[in-house]
C-alpha cells in the first residue's frame, strides 16, 4: 500500500446503535461487547440487504405477471387457502386484503383479464362464487415468491435457539 494514500473511508453502519444511539437512549447494550454488538449489526444489515433484494425480485416478479402489490397479494392468498383445502371466494379476498366488495370486483377483473385466477359457482353456496388460480400463475408464483419464502424459511431454521433469541 503506497504510504501516501489514505486508507478507504467506511461509512458507519446505520444499524449501529452505537452511531444511531450512542446514550442508549433506546438501545441497551449492556452485557455485550463490541464484538457482540458488531455481530448483531450484521445480522441486521444481512436482514436489510435480504429484505431489499427480496423487495426488488417481488417487483420484477410483479412486472413479469404484469400485477400490482395488491393483486400479488389476492393471488398468495388463493393460492394458500387450496393448498389448505379452502374456497376461495370475493368475500373471503376483500376480508383479507381489507378492501371494499367493489374493489374486489375491480382487482377480479384486472386478474380474470389477466388470465391469472378464473371465476366459477362455488361447489356448495350457490350466492357465491370461487376464486382460482391459473396453472401458468401457480407455478410463476411459486418459482419467485414461493422460492423466496422457502430461502427464508431455511435461514431461519438453521438458526440455533441461542441466535434465534439475538
Known amino acids: 500500500m503506497d504510504p501516501h494514500t489514505e486508507p478507504p473511508v467506511t461509512e458507519p ?23 457482540d454488538v458488531d455481530q448483531v449489526v450484521r445480522v441486521l444489515e444481512a436482514l436489510r440487504h435480504w429484505r431489499e433484494t427480496e423487495r426488488r ?41 381489507g378492501i371494499t366488495t367493489a374493489s374486489t370486483t375491480k382487482l377480479l377483473d384486472r386478474l380474470v383479464a389477466g388470465g391469472h385466477v378464473r371465476r366459477f359457482p362455488h361447489p356448495s353456496d350457490r350466492r357465491s362464487l370461487a376464486i382460482e388460480v ?28 441461542r441466535s434465534a433469541r439475538s
Open 57 to 97: 425480485a417481488s417487483e420484477a416478479s410483479r412486472r413479469y405477471m404484469n400485477l400490482g402489490e395488491t393483486d400479488m397479494k389476492a393471488v398468495r392468498f388463493v393460492i394458500a387457502l387450496r393448498n389448505q383445502g379452502r374456497v376461495a371466494t370475493p368475500g373471503a379476498i376483500a376480508a383479507h386484503l
Open 13 to 35: 453502519s446505520i444499524m449501529d446503535p452505537r452511531v444511531m444511539d450512542p446514550h442508549e437512549e433506546l438501545v441497551r447494550r449492556s452485557g455485550l461487547d463490541d464484538g
Open 134 to 161: 391459473s396453472d401458468e400463475t401457480r407455478r410463476v408464483a411459486r418459482e419467485t415468491v414461493g422460492r423466496s419464502h422457502a430461502r427464508r424459511f431455511d435461514a431461519a431454521a438453521r438458526l440455533t435457539p
